[in-house]
């Protein structure tokens, strides 16, 4: 499955904390996001600090932005709406077998010269109804990627 070609948003380090959450907001709040199964994706209202702080501020071990920035995580702010409303699939969450999230997997060709390798993108929610909660976001590796696939059959495999 060929990866889609996506921009990396570089608008600077933890300084440009702000602008990163205005990324998100435009990305990522300001219309409704509906994945492919048909459910309309809910943001909550720290949702931003899940992608771009690790620890993030109601966590153990947070000491400020610029100790807990997560740059690679920031730059893909742009990827998330890509992910839920296109991914290559939609699978159970293999790291929380016993929780009902689930794995939206995208593969990206990113948009800059330096940049050879497909990437794995990870995007994590917690169905409620009719509608999926967004928990976090993350570039993961080709390990992850592959354990990821293996959390159980595809609800969702995009064809192409």
Known sequence: ?????????????H????????????????????DPLGREVEFPP????????????????YVSVEAS???DRAERIGWIEVALRDPD?????HQFRSSRNQAYLL???????EARTTEFFYVTVQPEGAK???LSAFPVD????????????ALYRRVD
């Not at 080709?142 to 059959?153: E, P, Q």
Request: hydrophobic residues 35%; charged residues 30%.
């Open 69 to 71: 920035w997560q740059a």
């Open 132 to 134: 999926v909660v967004f």
């Open 15 to 34: 300084s440009a904390y702000g602008e990163y959450i205005e990324l998100f907001r435009r990305t990522c709040l300001g219309k409704p996001i509906v």
């Open 107 to 113: 593969t990206v060709e990113p948009d800059v010269p």
């Open 46 to 61: 720290y949702a931003y600090a899940h992608i771009c702080l690790k620890p993030r501020p109601h966590e153990a071990g």
């Open 1 to 13: 499955m060929p990866g889609k070609r996506l921009p990396l948003h570089k608008l600077g380090d």
């Open 89 to 93: 699939e939609i699978r159970p969450n």
């Open 142 to 153: 080709h390990r992850y990627w592959r354990d990821a696939r293996k959390g159980g059959k």
